[in-house]
């Protein structure tokens, strides 16, 4: 099951990588054909259908290795005990929200189905499904926290025992 999470990790680190390249290029391409005289309208909509996949995606990235974005001036005074605590709390209000931004992040890529991206010939929906695909993903991490601070509290009870 670890070598499943690990392939999946690889592969939406490079997921996250080739969108991120692709959107750069789309940028310059579009900054270099707009200098020379000619407009490409769909070279903007390409751009941010990539930036909606790279950011979320690269957000799940980010959470994986621990490097969102945390306040820990009151926590990093407590225990150990009670710092895995207040994590697991937190992970699991994360993982109460994530599972809201998926169901709603469902319909609402149901109700734009119909809606055509700009100048591109896609449903708007291909944009619109980069929330519950990384929230769903975010979730997966999320779990996998969860499940080591357990870990760590059952280390640190037979520690003190």
């Known amino acids: 099951m670890k070598k499943i999470y690990n392939a999946f990790c690889k592969i939406e680190e490079l997921i996250c990588s080739v969108t991120f390249i692709a959107l750069v290029a789309a940028v310059f391409l579009s900054a270099i054909l707009r200098g020379?005289?000619?407009?490409?309208?769909?070279?903007?909509?390409?751009?941010l259908l990539l930036l909606a996949w790279t950011s979320f995606l690269g957000?799940?990235?980010?959470?994986?290795?621990?490097q969102l974005i945390g306040i820990d001036i009151v926590t990093r005074k407590f225990e150990p005990k009670t710092q895995n605590i207040v994590e697991i709390f937190v992970l699991l209000a994360i993982l109460f929200l994530l599972a809201f931004i998926i169901i709603y992040g469902i319909k609402l890529v149901q109700n734009d189905w119909g809606r055509q991206y700009g100048a591109l010939p896609i449903s708007f929906s291909w944009a619109v499904l980069s929330l519950p695909v990384a929230s769903f993903s975010m979730s997966i991490s999320a779990i996998l926290k969860i499940k080591s601070r357990i870990d760590e509290l059952k280390k640190l009870k037979k520690a003190a025992v």
Do not use: K, P, Y
Request: net charge negative; hydrophobic share 55%; with cysteine.
């Open 59 to 66: 957000a799940d990235c980010a959470f994986r290795a621990g």
């Open 36 to 47: 020379l005289g000619v407009s490409v309208s769909w070279n903007i909509d390409v751009a």
